[in-house]
């Protein structure tokens, strides 16, 4: 079974079996309080999904707000940890562009659109699915004033997105995973730096 844990937009957790099948899903869509609810959320769906064993975790690595990703994150590598089982980093808009084209029908070019605050979105835009069978992405994740997102799409339909299923980023795993392909690295894609940052050094003051 695969485990994914999503924190990008609301906070997100699934169990679908090795063939896509759902087990168990929990999610709430307050894009606050990640760290309040995840724990309960894991509890959840882990005692939902019957027998069977956890033998990979799927961490959504955003885009997202820092702080709020971080939380995800963290917690799916150290249930990972715990279990002695690998993670799997998929960026947070191929779910969604799943749940678009397997879910809702969505054909040709389509943007996956996230609200990143700030008057801005993060915008993906993506063509269907690859041989492998999944989302291809068109033009790499950007962050767009959310006033200038029809010029920037250019006709291109734009799909804004409030909830992320964590069941189709565990789904999109098991589809590199079979592939033998690595959607992401280990590095989180932040919308931004946080806005609190580590001082540097005192300076000197001459006498």
């Known amino acids: 079974m695969i485990l994914a844990v999503d924190t990008s937009l609301g906070t997100a957790v699934a169990i679908v079996a090795d063939d896509g099948a759902l087990r168990a899903e929990a999610a709430t869509d307050d894009p606050l309080g990640h760290a309040e609810v995840i724990g309960d959320l894991l509890r959840d769906v882990v005692d939902g999904a019957g027998a069977g064993a956890i033998d990979h975790v799927v961490a959504g690595m955003g885009p997202g707000p820092f702080t709020g990703l971080r939380i995800g994150i963290a917690a799916a590598r150290t249930f990972a940890l715990g279990r002695g089982v690998p993670v799997v ?68 339909r734009a799909i804004e997105v409030t909830t992320l299923s964590a069941a189709d980023l565990a789904r999109v795993g098991a589809r590199a995973l079979a592939a033998g392909r690595t959607l992401a690295g280990e590095e989180p894609l932040y919308l931004r730096h946080p806005d609190v940052t580590v001082p540097g050094a005192p300076k000197k003051v001459g006498l």
């Open 89 to 156: 980093a998929v960026p947070s808009h191929l779910a969604a562009a799943l749940t678009a084209m397997e879910v809702d029908g969505v054909d040709g070019l389509f943007a996956i659109v996230t609200d990143a605050r700030r008057r801005e979105v993060a915008v993906t835009v993506f063509d269907g699915l690859d041989a492998d069978g999944i989302p291809r992405v068109e033009t790499d994740t950007a962050l767009v004033a959310r006033a200038n997102v029809d010029e920037a799409l250019a006709g291109i």
